[in-house]
C-alpha cells in the first residue's frame, strides 16, 4: 500500500515537473553557451518598454531566443547573428548601437558634453 | 559674475528641456513613418484554403494585415480594414500563430475584409517581416515593404503614413 502510494506521489511529481519545464538549451560546448547568454542580454526585446530578450518571456523574445541558439548551432557569428536580428526588428533590438550615422552622437554626445564643461569650467578659472 | 556666463546659464537649461520635450512627445506614428524600405521576404506559405500563395501576389499596392483569431485588437480594427476594403484598398491578411480552423470560423463570423490571407501557423514569415505581435500592418509597393506600424490600424495612422505613401506611388506609375 505504501510503497503503490509511494509510486503514485513519484510519478505526479515527474510528471508536473515535465509540464513546468522551461526551454532547456543544449550546446556542443561551454563556449556557445556563454555566447548564447552574453547575446540575448545584448538583444533588445522589440514587445518591450526595455529589457533584453534574455529578462523577457513575451512570444517573440522566446522566437528570437530560439533563433539565436539555432543560429549559434548553425556556425554564425555574432555580428552575423546581431544583423540577422536588427534586419528584421530595426536597430531599436540592439542594446549596443553600430559605431555609424547617427549613433555617433549616442556614443560620443556626452563626453562632448563633458568635455565643453570642462572647458568652459577651465577658462572661467582663468578669468577670475 | 560674468555675462555670458549668465547668459549660459538660461540657455542652457533651455535648449536640454527642448531637446527632452522632442524625445517624449513624439508622435507614435511620427516613430513609425521613419521606415528603411526593405525587400519582402520570400516565404513558401499557403492561404487559409491551402492555396500556395506566390510571391508576385504582393506586387501592385497591397496592405499587408497581421491578424489572428485570438487577437482582440484585430477585433477593434476590423471596422475600419473593412471600411478601406470597400474602398477598393487591396488587404492581404498575415494570419499569424493561429488555427485554419479558427481564422477560418472568425473570419466568417465577422467578415473578410482580406483578398487572401497567408497562413503562417509558425510565425515564420512574420519572423522574417519583425512583427512583433498582432496586429500589425504593413504597406507593400511591388514587393517592397514602404512602412510598418505597431499596434491597431486607425484612420489617423493611415492618413499620416499609408496614404501619402499610396498617392505617391500611384502618381509615380
Known amino acids: ?128 | 559674475m560674468n555675462k555670458s556666463l549668465r547668459f549660459l546659464i538660461v540657455l542652457v537649461p533651455i535648449i536640454i528641456f527642448t531637446f527632452f520635450a522632442n524625445v517624449l512627445l513624439i508622435e507614435e506614428d511620427e516613430k513609425f513613418s521613419k521606415f528603411n524600405t526593405k525587400n519582402f521576404p520570400s516565404f513558401e506559405l499557403n492561404d487559409l484554403n491551402g492555396i500556395p500563395v506566390k510571391y508576385e501576389y504582393l506586387d501592385g499596392i497591397k496592405l499587408v494585415n497581421v491578424w489572428a483569431s485570438w487577437c482582440i485588437t484585430c477585433l477593434v480594427e476590423h471596422p475600419f480594414l473593412t471600411k478601406l476594403s470597400d474602398a477598393n484598398i487591396q488587404i492581404v491578411g498575415l494570419n499569424y500563430k493561429d488555427s485554419n480552423n479558427k481564422a477560418s470560423a472568425w473570419l466568417q463570423k465577422h467578415g473578410n475584409p482580406y483578398i487572401f490571407s497567408i497562413y503562417d501557423p509558425r510565425g515564420d514569415l512574420a519572423f522574417d517581416l519583425g512583427v512583433t505581435g498582432a496586429p500589425e500592418s504593413y504597406l507593400v509597393i511591388d514587393n517592397q515593404v514602404v512602412a510598418h506600424i505597431q499596434g491597431e490600424m486607425t484612420s489617423k495612422k493611415w492618413e499620416t503614413i499609408f496614404y501619402p505613401l499610396i498617392k505617391k506611388a500611384s502618381n509615380e506609375t
Open chain 1, 1 to 128: 500500500m505504501i510503497k503503490s502510494n509511494f509510486f503514485l506521489v513519484s510519478s505526479f511529481l515527474i510528471f508536473s515537473m515535465y509540464s513546468f519545464g522551461e526551454i532547456v538549451y543544449q550546446f556542443e560546448d561551454i563556449a556557445q553557451e556563454k555566447r548564447f547568454y552574453s547575446l540575448i542580454s545584448e538583444i533588445r526585446c522589440p514587445k518591450c518598454t526595455s529589457g533584453s530578450i534574455a529578462s523577457s518571456d513575451a512570444p517573440v523574445s522566446r522566437d528570437l531566443k530560439n533563433k539565436v541558439y539555432d543560429l549559434i548551432i548553425d556556425g554564425s557569428s555574432d555580428d552575423e547573428i546581431k544583423k540577422y536580428v536588427s534586419d528584421r526588428f530595426g536597430n531599436f533590438s540592439d542594446y549596443r548601437p553600430a559605431l555609424e550615422g547617427a549613433n555617433y552622437i549616442l556614443w560620443f554626445g556626452p563626453f562632448i558634453f563633458l568635455s565643453l564643461i570642462l572647458i568652459i569650467f577651465f577658462f572661467k578659472r582663468r578669468a577670475e
